[in-house]
């Protein structure tokens, strides 16, 4: 026969709580030192982009009229089209290929009249004025037809990319100002795609200045971040 249980055997088993382990100044040291690591990582980041975020909020935020000084500002901005030209060989041009840099860009057709020629002439001093900037910026030439351009006048603008697009799309991206042709223009690309400024017809050499004043002012805006070449 088994013993009686005692009072004491009667009482409910007991439950030990044990405290949550503490954090060592060990651990609080790391923790510590991984948080500044983090924010010295964010400083330096914030150093670097600092010149490109400046340059952005130059010319696409703050851009006040009254500094600019020939060039109509476009709003809102649009990209460079998917779609491909073709070159004078008729080879098949992809317009992305053309990002990466600055682009001036006229339009006209093959025959190039005296406004045509005016055009072409005033993007080549453009560039030329540039000086040690010149090769942030490309010249290019749209045409929207068939015509083939005298061979004096491709010697003329060497060096600038000429490349066949079809008026109607071409229209979709590029546009004139009201009451002018698309061809009365230099259209101002940037280096991501975006056509950013119009220009007028140069119709004398104080607007030529003018003209090369918002090249110049844009070209000082960007160029913690635009380097020549693509």
């Avoid at 010295?40 to 914030?46: A, I």
């Avoid at 006209?108 to 942030?136: A, P």
């Avoid at 491709?154 to 109607?168: F, M």
């Avoid at 230099?186 to 017809?201: A, V």
């Amino acid at each position: 026969m088994s013993n009686p249980q005692t009072p004491d055997d009667l009482k409910p088993i007991g439950l030990t709580v044990y405290d949550l382990p503490q954090q060592t100044s060990s651990s609080l040291s790391e923790s510590s030192r991984t948080r500044g690591g983090r924010l010295y990582m964010m400083l330096v980041l914030l150093a670097c982009a600092a010149p490109v975020l400046l340059s952005y909020l130059t010319y696409y935020v703050i851009r006040p009229e009254g500094r600019v000084h020939h060039g109509e500002l476009i709003e809102p901005q649009r990209m460079l089209p998917a779609w491909s030209a073709k070159d004078l060989q008729d080879k098949e041009v992809p317009l992305a290929n053309l990002k990466g840099q600055w682009l001036l860009v006229a339009v006209g057709t093959g025959e190039c009249g005296e406004k045509c020629e005016r055009i072409l002439f005033v993007q080549r001093q453009l560039h030329k004025l540039l000086n040690k900037e010149s090769d942030r910026l490309d010249r290019v030439w749209m045409l929207t037809d068939q015509t083939v351009p005298k061979n004096e006048l491709l010697s003329a603008i060497e060096g600038a990319t000429v490349l066949r697009v079809p008026s109607e799309p071409l229209s979709q991206w590029l546009a004139p100002a009201n009451g002018r042709l698309l061809e009365e223009h230099l259209y101002l690309i940037d280096p991501m795609g975006h056509w950013m400024m119009r220009f007028n017809y140069p119709d004398d050499a104080k607007t030529v200045v003018d003209m090369k004043r918002d090249l110049e002012r844009l070209m000082r805006a960007s160029v913690s971040w635009d380097k020549p070449g693509r």
